[in-house]
């Protein structure tokens, strides 16, 4: 069965330092996103991306963070300079569109990857 | 924004029934339900449309009231697998919201045997 993968599985980064954390889709999909949780928090949503675009992103997905495809099958999640705040699992998903019985287009599931464990020190 | 789960935690033994509630202040398109096991990723059960039709879990069952923003989550005979905590996630978009879920605060859900 199709998967997301994330990588790494946990990194640990001081305060201040840039980290990239990586994902790859589901091979189909063309609509990506990234959520954290906070640890014992909900999943809160802070971007998704599609053809090359950021095409929505939340208040949490400020100028510190920013999203690239760079190449057909990896979607990354930079954060410039981490903050001690930052420490969350952070999770990438894919998804994709299905036509519902009245005709109309409905968003499917969204496949979660496992996440990455970032910890700020 | 958020959406509001009740109730926060239901303890469950073994083959008895439970009902998470899902509630918005705004009108929903759809509405997702995950499940989360510890240190895992949310795994997908259900997506109920406005309109009536759904999609997921055939052993789970779930409704959605559009006129009250509402949906339900219904796990009968719980089994010791049901244990997590489940999340609501709202789109209150459709097609124009690129597919962004807007997730309740979870329900935590504890089967003994």
């Known amino acids: 069965e199709p998967e997301v993968t994330q990588t790494p599985s946990h990194q640990v980064t001081q305060m201040g330092q840039e980290v990239i954390l990586r994902c790859v889709p589901i091979s189909n999909h063309l609509y990506f996103y990234w959520y954290r949780q906070i640890l014992g928090q909900k999943v809160e949503f802070l971007v998704s991306?599609?053809?090359?675009?950021?095409?929505?992103k939340s208040e949490i997905f400020d100028d510190q963070f920013s999203v690239e495809r760079p190449d057909g099958s990896n979607f990354t999640l930079k954060i410039r300079s981490t903050k001690l705040e930052d420490s969350a699992m952070y999770f990438c998903?894919?998804?994709?569109?299905?036509?519902?019985?009245?005709?109309?287009?409905?968003?499917?599931?969204?496949?979660f990857g496992p996440g990455t464990r970032l910890t700020v020190l | 924004q958020q959406p509001v789960q009740s109730p926060q935690a239901v303890i469950l033994r073994e083959g008895e029934d439970a009902v998470i509630n899902c509630s918005s202040s705004k009108a929903l398109y759809s509405v997702h339900w995950y499940r989360q096991k510890h240190g895992e990723a949310p795994v997908f059960l259900m997506i109920l449309l406005k309109g009536g039709e759904q999609k997921g879990h055939d052993k789970i069952s779930a409704s959605f009231n559009e006129k009250k923003q509402q949906s339900s989550l219904y796990l009968t005979a719980s089994q010791l697998s049901y244990s997590g905590t489940y999340f609501c996630g709202t789109d209150i978009a459709g097609g124009t919201s690129y597919g962004k879920l807007t997730f309740g605060q979870g329900t935590i859900l504890t089967v003994h045997p």
């Open positions: 998903a894919s998804s994709s569109l299905f036509r519902t019985g009245a005709g109309t287009s409905a968003w499917n599931e969204q496949f």
């Open positions: 991306f599609y053809n090359n675009e950021i095409s929505e």
